[in-house]
Every structure is written in C-alpha cells, then in structure tokens.
C-alpha cells in the first residue's frame, strides 16, 4: 500500500461511516501506526475506538507531515473549508480519496494542483460491512494507488469501479440513497400491520426481519431478484396482488395505476395491502404529509397532471369529493414542496421500475 507511518494514511473527517472503516482496517491488519484520524470534534465512542487500536488523532494535521493517501469523509458544504488547510499535507504523488458526495474531481485539482484523485460512493451498510462503493479515478491514478483503494474500500464491502465521474450520480440514486428506499419498505410494511390490527411490537419485528431475510436470500442466492419475487407471487394468488394492476401488469413508477389498484379496502389481504407501497418511490401512507381521502388512505382518485420526470409541480387533479389536501409530499425527506406536484411521485428524474 500507498502510506506507511513515515507517509501516514489520514483520514480527514471521521463520523459512523469513518468509524466503520477503520474497524474494518484493523480487522484486515492495517498498521495502526501508518494511519492518522484528523477531525476537530471527534466523538467519545471514536476516540475510544481509536485509543483502543493506538491511532493516532489530532484536530488538524501535524506541520510538516506529507501524506501518502488522504480520505476526505467531511460534509460537501464544509469542503471549501477544509482542503485549503490540508494542501501543505499533500505532496504530489499523495493519493487524494474523498466519500463526499456532490464534490466532483475538478475541485480536488483545483485545491492541491494535478495529482491523484478518487471519488467513492460508498452505502450505509459498510457500517455492518455489506456496503458497496463505487469508485471514478482520474488520470493521474497509477495501478498501484488504485489496488490501494480498492483494498481499503473493500473491507467495508464490495467494490465496482466506474468509466465516468457522470456514473457516479446514477450510482448515487441507485446504491447510495437505496437504502433509505428498502428503509421505508420496512416503515410501510409495519404500519400496514398496525393498521391492519397486529400489536405494534410485533408488526415492527415482522417487517424487520422479513426486509433483512428478503436481503439475505437475494444476496445468497444465484436468482435474479425478478426470479425470486416469482416464486413468491404464485400465479391469481393474494401474495401476486401488490405487485399487479388491474390489468394484470406490474405498474412503473409514473403508472398511477399502481396506487388505484391497491384503494379497496376490504377484509384480510386486500386490507392490509392498503397500506403498502406499490410503486416507488411513492407518497406513502406512513408518512406524514401524504393526503387524506374519505373512506381510505391510498392513492385512490388521483389522476396525474403530467409532467412526472420533468420537473413539473403541477396540482394534482383529483376526483371532486374525495382529496381533503393537496399533497407536498416529497417520501423520505418530510419536507413540502413549495407548489405541490404531479401524479403519484414526485417531480425530478426517478428510477422506473418496469
């Protein structure tokens, strides 16, 4: 590897995802000695964690110090901040590593001149190790720095590299904001419990652990996740009815077919399906800005306005009688738009689901 303890290995900003990291180094037998965790606010179980291992901490970089690879785990809008006291660390052949999102390669050039910079998108299951992290080097990156990185991504999880620093925003909406998305599944699928009439506590337990054995099985398995929901949604069965619309076709994202086909409510399955979401992303029933409608609380009599993937914030039109509020909705985040949207997702590019 690219640093040693003369050349250390600094890790520049250390929140979860820094503590992750390092826990996964020292399970591979990275020298404690050759890394050095720069954060001027570290918190108590960090410092612990470090003391335990004998890393070195310290609020900025030691004078005099050159770096042989620099991980940048700060916050995007703190950046500008942060690399112009970094830049006496970085000689020229110092690898340049940054996980912050947003912050493409032109700005690393511009603060420490032409040398070596990786991007990486790494997930929150590297906490646990089960991330995956892509990766867009520059041309300045070597072979060697590039088995570096890989190396030390990889104890957190898979890694892929990229052809483009532009892959790295699909990346981001694909593995980086992901989780949320299979988080809020599991939101849903309890509170469609609850709703349905199970105990709290035990709707919470069912979700949970039907999400994160539903994760296991796909990652264990050799079927495609297309072959594995087919096993479970036998043919004219309740458990195919979530994931079909009245047509008998899987609904896309845009497709507001997918929420009118889950409205009735009746006894059983079909009850309890109300609650789920069956086109993501979606306004969903569990969260808190999402409209009320007379008689149910799903997508029914919603007709989209156009736009959907434009942009466009448009009011929803709705069947008179049946929407009590305009929806602002905007699913994960809480926060409401400025002018409600159209159709049943929000505006912007989205992930279709065919």
């Known amino acids: 590897m690219s640093f040693s303890a003369e050349r250390p290995f600094a890790v520049v ?46 609020p900025k970089v030691p004078e005099g110090v050159k770096t042989g690879v620099v991980l940048l785990a700060v916050k995007p809008q703190i950046m500008g901040d942060v690399l112009p006291g970094l830049k006496p660390a970085v000689a020229d052949d110092t ?17 420490f001149g032409d040398i070596a910079v990786i991007r990486a998108m790494p997930n929150t299951p590297a906490m646990v190790g089960r991330g995956i992290t892509a990766l867009y080097p520059n041309a300045r990156v070597t072979a060697a720095q590039r088995e570096t990185a890989g190396q030390l991504l990889s104890a957190i999880g898979a890694v892929e590299w990229l052809t483009s620093e532009e892959q790295i925003d699909l990346v981001t909406a694909v593995s980086g904001s992901g989780p949320a998305y299979v988080f809020l599944l599991a939101e849903c699928l309890a509170e469609a419990g609850r709703r349905a009439g199970l105990p709290a506590d035990l709707a919470d337990r069912l979700a949970e652990a039907t999400v994160s054995g539903a994760g296991e099985l796909m990652h264990q398995s050799d079927d495609t996740p297309a072959t594995l929901r087919q096993n479970v949604t036998s043919p004219m069965a309740r458990r195919q009815r ?29 009850r309890f399906l109300t609650g789920l979401p069956h086109c993501l992303p979606l306004p969903l029933p569990c969260g808190q800005d999402v409209p009320t409608y007379k008689g149910n609380t799903s997508c029914q009599g919603i007709q989209e306005g156009g736009g959907h993937g434009t942009g ?43």
């Open 242 to 270: 979530p994931v079909r619309t009245d047509d008998g076709k899987r609904p896309a994202a845009s497709d507001g077919r997918g929420c009118r086909s889950c409205c009735p409510s009746r006894q059983g399955t079909r």
């Open 312 to 354: 466009s914030r448009r009011h929803l039109q709705a069947r008179p009688g049946r929407v009590d509020a305009k929806l602002r909705h905007v699913p994960m985040t809480g926060r409401r738009l400025s002018k409600p949207f159209s159709g049943c997702s929000p505006p912007g590019p989205m992930l279709r689901f065919p």
């Open 13 to 58: 900003g250390a929140g979860k995802m820094g503590g992750a990291m390092i826990a996964g180094w020292m399970a591979r037998g990275v020298d404690a000695a050759s890394l050095l965790v720069v954060d001027p606010a570290p918190s108590a179980s960090l410092v612990a964690q470090l003391d335990s291992h004998g890393i070195a901490h310290a």
């Open 95 to 111: 690898l340049v590593l940054s996980v912050a999102a947003g912050t493409p390669v032109r700005t690393f050039e511009a603060a």
